[in-house]
């Protein structure tokens, strides 16, 4: 399920491979928003500049960081890429979820 959940673009982003999953992964990414802002906040990284490399608009992001909006998963994992010192570990445990949930 893991691995085929999703490819890493050309550009150095995520694409996903199951659509259908997208409802649940934006549930459970939503319920995880905190994760993120506390690993950009050790990174000394503003909001302005995790939205420029994640490729979405600086509201936007600071929506997803505030738990308003849903964010897709392979934005989540944009997002994950730059402020996590192990995006694969927060991957792994949002898929461990996922599992979980469908």
């Known amino acids: 399920l893991h ?6 673009s050309q550009s ?4 996903l ?9 934006s549930r459970i990414i939503l319920r995880n928003n905190t994760i993120i802002k ?3 906040e050790q990174k000394k990284l503003t909001q302005e500049q995790v939205a420029a490399g994640a490729g979405v608009g600086w509201r936007h992001y600071q ?5 308003e909006v849903n964010p897709t998963l392979c934005t989540f994992l ?3 890429n730059i402020v996590s010192s ?3 570990e ?4 949002l898929l461990q979820e996922v599992d979980n949930n469908i």
């Open 78 to 80: 944009n997002i994950a």
């Open 86 to 88: 192990s995006p694969q």
């Open 63 to 67: 929506r997803i960081e505030a738990g």
């Open 17 to 25: 491979n199951r659509p259908d999953y997208s409802a649940t992964l």
């Open 38 to 40: 506390n690993d950009r």
């Open 12 to 15: 150095g982003r995520f694409i």
């Open 3 to 8: 691995l085929k959940l999703f490819n890493y």
């Open 90 to 93: 927060m991957l792994s445990q």
